[in-house]
Nanobody
């Protein structure tokens, strides 16, 4: 299992932007499909975005499509999530996920038996 460390969360006003980053270590990054998920208090975990091993297969959740962008840098072993036009309902703990078996498409639904990061908190409030 690889280790994942997220960073970049914080408190922002509605309409602002944030960039989350996930650093991956302990394995061959190119063998992992990656995803971002989020969970708000009292709510179930929600799929946000996934990206395939080569960076070409990308999927977004309906609530973030057009506002968020996922990307990966296979040379730096990182995956990023650019969050634009943030809304109060985007507030949540955001988690990075790595899977050595599933495709980016399959990651939208799980099951999730790969590696999770510890999460980074995003707060959107005026």
């Amino acid at each position: 299992q690889v280790q994942l460390v997220e960073s970049g969360g914080g408190l922002v006003q509605p309409g602002a932007s944030l960039r989350l980053s996930c650093a991956v270590s302990g394995g061959d990054f190119t063998k992992y499909a990656m995803g971002w998920f989020r969970q708000a208090p009292g709510k179930e975990r929600e799929f946000v975005a996934t990206i395939g091993r080569g960076g070409y297969e990308i999927f977004y959740g309906d609530t973030v499509k057009g506002r968020f962008t996922i990307s990966r840098d296979n040379a730096k072993n990182t995956v990023a999530l650019q969050l634009n036009r943030l809304k109060p309902e985007d507030a949540a703990d955001y988690y990075c996920y790595a899977d050595p078996v599933m495709t980016a498409s399959a990651l939208r639904r799980g099951p999730y038996s790969g590696s999770w990061g510890q999460g980074t908190q995003v707060t959107v409030s005026s």
